[in-house]
């Protein structure tokens, strides 16, 4: 009968604690929106709507650009893209997102790449309108710009 008291008191412990750890454990942390649109103007290349789509860990952030409007001038390899996506700070300067991750892609396909890595800090509000999505393609670069800001807002990080 005394053994089965303390095993009890042991689970009755073991439960407390794993409670208190869920209620100190640390919040999730998002960005809103987690998807906003704009239209980018990329010259010769084409121009339209473009999905640009958040996510937030901590200080790490990612961010995917796809464009059904804007499309590839001709087959690409996945992975063979170097992107360098620059949104604008409210509070000033600006955040680059980069990396080298897209679908392979044939001709004619729609654009998609990332996702795009970059750091950011709480409370940072990045728009893609005054940045932009630099694209790297055989040593050619394509410069795309936002014609405005993006909708339904700038990406505000948690």
């Known amino acids: 009968m005394r053994g089965k008291r303390a095993g009890t008191g042991v689970t009755v412990a073991v439960g407390a604690l794993a409670l208190t750890g ?13 998807t906003a649109t704009i ?3 990329c010259g010769t290349f084409g121009s339209g709507e473009a999905t640009l789509t958040a996510t937030q860990d901590g200080t790490a952030a990612t961010v995917t650009v796809d464009s059904a409007a804007i499309t590839a001038p001709i087959a690409l390899a996945q992975d063979s893209i ?3 996506l620059t949104l604008v ?11 080298t991750k897209n679908a392979a892609m044939a001709a004619g396909d729609p654009v ?22 630099q694209m790297t393609v055989f040593g050619i670069t394509i410069t795309c710009t936002a014609t405005g800001p993006q909708s339904p807002g700038p990406f505000v990080f948690d």
């Open 22 to 34: 869920l209620a100190l454990a640390p919040t999730a942390v998002a960005v809103t929106p987690d």
């Open 39 to 41: 239209t980018a103007d």
């Open 82 to 84: 170097s992107s360098t």
């Open 89 to 99: 700070n409210a509070a000033g300067g600006t955040t680059a997102f980069t990396g």
């Open 112 to 133: 998609n790449v990332g996702p795009l890595t970059g750091t950011v800090a709480s409370g940072d509000t990045l728009e893609a309108f005054g940045g932009s999505l």
